[in-house]
């Protein structure tokens, strides 16, 4: 390829280094698909504005479809000195119908083509990033269903502080994925708009009908403005956000999974299948695909921030930085899909250890608020409730005891608003069961948070 498919004005020929400077194709190839189905759309309109003979609409999109099958069957030459995924297309483009080949890019520029490539592949990723979300959601909601009667401390600053259902805590879990799930499908909004027509940045003067190719392309709406439509590339921010966002839920539910696998804590058993072994020790049994998650969260954080410094200082409208904005885009959409996978997947192959989470829950006063209610209800102010049973927390510690351990005598020695019914008070049961108001861990609302998440899931089912 010595000629390049610009290289009109010039007379020298591009530099090596410059070629495999500025070259995308290693990367930008995986839009192939959209890049012909846009062009194919592109050229039906050409053809239906007269503004390319019929015949030759016929040849191109014919062409068009060839040289997909070419990519697929890995027939297709790819080469630095083509540049991009659009310059590759367009040049066997050529070589397969020689001048009539050349008429396809009429009334585009590759400032547009490469917006409606992107838009068009997030779409579908977005669309797929969905289901997998739907998937996790689903294993965790049935899980939480399963431990409607299980029993786990709750804790702040890692320290054990009431006792909860580990189906509460798994919810809280659901929650964050279901606003994942629902910032995905608000981003996609802004995806999904129609930017072919905009040429290099200020619009056609051929008569294109823009409309036309939104309604093949199933876009429901066109954008508004040149300039900002091959320059901007807020859409993807926005995708890049979320996705940083759900990885960041799933970096802390490996954290939590992580611990609660742990000896120390001895919560949970991991499956071997998604655990990996030592190179040295025999004995270990790693959890590897947390770990990970939890790792490559870093690298979507960093995606997110990569585009957002590229574009911070750019004069509009395009300009090559912008070539920039899809490695990081292609590693998020990849990182994110395959951490949903994997923990989707071993959500249901989680065993736990309910016992222990359930003595573990007694532990360390777990109960001592609801001591503390519990006067306040005989009449006691807040404040001078939290004393006494601070005081009863430091008598029990003095004496190595735990809040069941000790008589009513004891108990009413620190307050005399203490009667017999304190032992019902202090019991796990009776404490998470209390929690009824709405958010609550008390069963019957945790069952009403899991119905209300289903019917949320079917509420947005098909909202794309
Ligand atoms: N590979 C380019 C990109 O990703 C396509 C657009 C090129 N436009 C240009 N004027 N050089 O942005």
């Not at 009667?149 to 809280?172: E, N």
């Not at 905009?198 to 056609?204: D, F, P």
């Not at 066109?222 to 590339?233: A, G, P, W």
């Not at 003595?359 to 006067?375: N, Q």
Request: with cysteine; aromatic share 8%; hydrophobic share 40%.
């Amino acid at each position: 390829m010595d000629k390049k498919l610009w290289g009109g004005r010039f007379t020298e020929k591009t530099a090596r280094s410059v070629e495999e400077f500025t070259s995308s194709i290693s990367f930008d190839y995986r839009l192939y698909h959209y890049d012909i189905q846009g062009s194919i759309a592109h050229c039906k309109m050409l053809e239906k504005q007269k503004i390319i003979p019929a015949d030759e609409a016929e040849k191109i999109i014919q062409a068009l479809m060839e040289i997909e099958k070419e990519i697929e069957q890995s027939e297709f030459r790819f080469s630095e000195e083509l540049e991009d995924i659009h310059m590759h297309i367009e040049n066997r483009l050529l070589e397969k119908l020689g001048t009539i080949g050349g008429k396809l890019h009429t009334a585009r520029s590759r400032n547009d083509q490469i917006t409606l490539d992107i838009r068009l592949y997030l779409r579908a990723e977005i669309d797929a990033l969905g289901d997998l979300m739907d998937t996790l959601l689903k294993n965790l909601l049935t899980v939480a269903e399963n431990n409607i009667h299980s029993i786990m401390p709750g804790f702040t600053h890692l320290r054990h502080a009431q006792p909860i259902l580990l189906s509460h805590h798994l919810m809280a879990y659901c929650q964050m994925f279901l606003r994942d799930r629902e910032r995905l499908q608000d981003a996609r909004k802004r995806v999904n708009v129609m930017p072919l027509g905009s040429g290099a940045l200020a619009g056609t003067s051929f008569p294109v009908d823009r409309d036309y190719v939104s309604r093949l392309l199933d876009f429901p709406a066109v954008s508004e403005n040149s300039l900002d439509t091959v320059s901007d590339r807020d859409f993807i921010i926005e995708f890049l956000s979320a996705a940083a966002i759900a990885m960041m839920h799933l970096s802390r539910m490996s954290e939590d999974l992580i611990l609660w696998s742990s000896t120390e804590f001895d919560y949970a058993d991991l499956p071997d299948s998604f655990c990996t072994g030592s190179s040295m020790m025999p004995q270990k049994k790693n959890p590897d695909v947390l770990e990970l998650i939890r790792g490559k969260t870093g690298r979507v954080y960093g995606n997110l921030l990569s585009l957002l410094t590229t574009m911070k200082g750019l004069p509009l409208s395009y300009n090559r930085d912008l070539q920039e904005d899809k490695e990081p885009l292609f590693d998020s959409v990849d990182t994110l899909k395959g951490a949903l996978k994997v923990m989707g997947e071993l959500i249901p192959q989680l065993h736990f250890k309910l016992e222990n989470m359930k003595a573990s829950a007694a532990k360390d006063f777990s109960t001592a608020t609801d001591l503390t209610d519990y006067l306040v209800r005989k009449g006691l102010p807040f404040r001078q409730a939290h004393e006494t049973v601070g005081m009863l927390v430091r008598y029990c510690l003095d004496k190595g005891k735990s809040f069941p351990e000790i008589s009513l005598e004891e108990y009413r020695e620190i307050s005399s608003l203490f009667q017999e019914d304190v032992f019902t008070v202090i019991t796990l049961e009776n404490s998470i069961n209390s929690r009824k108001a709405k958010g609550g861990t008390a069963r019957e609302e945790v069952e009403r948070a899991i119905r209300a998440v289903r019917s949320r899931m079917e509420n947005t089912k098909g909202s794309r």
